[in-house]
């Protein structure tokens, strides 16, 4: 089954706590803080690995969570960081945040990785927090949570030369002469339910990758027919071979059919009319087809390369498979771009989503002022509560970041119940959080 487009869920492990703790050595009084870091948790990364063809095995799976870093130990022992969690995707696989539609990475090569969710850094013990002032500090921190997210992943194929046409106008046929690919080919529309690619070889030791891709109608740009789910391939291809039924055995004209094609790649993307294109004008062992070649080679003009082709009888095929690998080498001489985002970009150029940080809010709901934000959230996380210096800690880091101040410009008055996460407390002048 080919799937080219799943959501799931994603989050990097979080990082092992800290750990406070004392050297208690019998030759040692007064040894000091010895508690250990905690170790960093993984990192979701995908990588691509050219053996997969498919988002097929995201069907069944559709969460994948890095494992937590150690937690520090005594001795000043910090805790070992949890290795990658690595996530094979196919080559053309396009990752975007799911509440945002920001583009997170875009993965065309053998091997190549990006970090999807990082995993949290470890928890600092004890240790780091002497200070003259203060030599033996009851403050340990909690591990970072990892950072998690819904993405969406989207495969588009990746290919050199990709088939466009209606249905029925011998887009499997010929793939399946001129390489060793076997789509289904029937005498009915949308044969071709999903991208099939094949290998071609030309006499001259050439070779490219080309896909069948399933056949447009009008209306296509806007999801008519299979709409979306073929028009995205063609956005990966370099150069387009546009198959014509130049007999006109369905009863549509073929010039009608490449002004409607053509409409319909512009409408979809404006980008996509400038990309190369070579016609294939098809089963021309049938009656009338060169009489309506002759008026489509007048409509079009010289600019536009038409070889006129029977995938039947292998008519011209060598003739347009070596012009194809020729405008193919153009193509990447002129370094053609594709399409990955809402931008056009070069292949080489990767996209990576960057996290804006967000000052706190304050909202009153149920007589509660309800503090929130990203950045005073992962503080709550990552403080531990058993500790009564952890505890001050926390207090006067949220009151530097003015926390306190905010509370009272709204109206916030002694013994207002405030929460902030999971963590409920009484605003007083000393902040109780017992």
């Known amino acids: 089954m080919f799937i080219d487009k799943v959501k799931i869920f994603v989050k990097g492990g979080d990082g092992g706590n800290g750990m406070v703790a004392y050297r208690r050595e019998k030759y040692v009084p007064n040894g000091g803080p010895a508690g250990g870091d905690g170790g960093k948790?993984?990192?979701?990364?995908?990588?691509?690995?050219?053996?997969l063809r498919t988002l097929m095995d995201f069907r069944y799976q559709r969460h994948f969570k890095g494992e937590r870093g150690e937690h520090g130990r005594s001795k000043s022992q910090h805790g070992k960081a949890a290795a990658s969690k690595i996530v094979k995707v196919p080559p053309g696989t396009v990752v975007r945040?799911?509440?945002?539609?920001?583009?997170?990475?875009?993965?065309?090569?053998?091997?190549?990785?990006?970090?999807?969710a990082k995993g949290g850094r470890g928890g600092r013990g004890n240790t780091r927090f002497a200070t003259p002032a203060n030599p033996a500090p009851d403050i340990a921190e909690n591990g970072e949570p990892g950072v998690e997210r819904e993405v969406e992943l989207e495969l588009k194929v990746l290919a050199d030369i990709g088939l466009v046409g209606y249905p029925s106008v011998g887009k499997s046929t010929l793939l399946s002469v001129v390489s060793a690919a076997r789509p289904k080919i029937g005498a009915y529309h949308f044969t071709t339910l999903v991208p099939n690619l094949g290998v071609v070889q030309v006499d001259d030791g050439r070779s490219f990758?080309?896909?069948?891709?399933?056949?447009?109608i009008e209306g296509a740009h806007e999801g008519v027919g299979l709409g979306h789910q073929f028009l995205r391939h063609i956005e990966r291809t370099k150069v387009l071979v546009h198959v014509i039924d130049m007999a006109g055995s369905e009863g549509r004209d073929p010039v009608q059919d490449w002004e409607q094609i053509n409409e319909e790649i512009k409408r979809y993307r404006h980008d996509l009319e400038h990309r190369p294109q070579i016609v294939a004008a098809n089963k021309m062992d049938l009656p009338d087809a060169e009489?309506?070649?002759?008026?489509?080679?007048?409509?079009?003009?010289?600019?536009i390369p038409v070889f006129p082709i029977s995938a039947a009888t292998h008519q011209g095929v060598k003739e347009l498979l070596y012009a194809v690998a020729d405008r193919l080498d153009q193509a990447e001489k002129e370094g053609i771009v594709t399409i990955v985002s809402e931008q056009a970009v070069l292949p080489e150029h990767k996209t990576y989503k960057s996290e804006e940080e967000k000052p706190f809010t304050i909202r009153k709901e149920n007589e509660e002022y309800i503090v929130e934000g990203r950045r005073i959230e992962k503080l709550i996380l990552m403080t531990n509560f058993n500790y009564h210096d952890s505890i001050l800690r926390f207090a006067n880091t949220i009151k530097q970041m003015g926390v306190e101040d905010a509370l009272r410009q709204r109206g916030a008055k002694e013994g207002?119940?405030?929460?902030?996460?999971?963590?409920?407390?009484?605003?007083?002048?000393?902040?109780?959080?017992?």
């Open 209 to 216: 990758v080309m896909a069948d891709l399933p056949g447009l």
């Open 416 to 434: 207002d119940t405030i929460r902030i996460g999971d963590l409920e407390f009484e605003l007083t002048d000393s902040i109780d959080f017992s």
């Open 41 to 51: 948790g993984s990192d979701v990364i995908f990588e691509v690995d050219e053996g």
């Open 291 to 303: 009489d309506h070649l002759a008026l489509f080679k007048a409509h079009v003009g010289p600019d």
């Open 97 to 116: 945040d799911l509440d945002s539609g920001e583009l997170i990475a875009d993965l065309t090569d053998q091997g190549q990785r990006a970090i999807i």
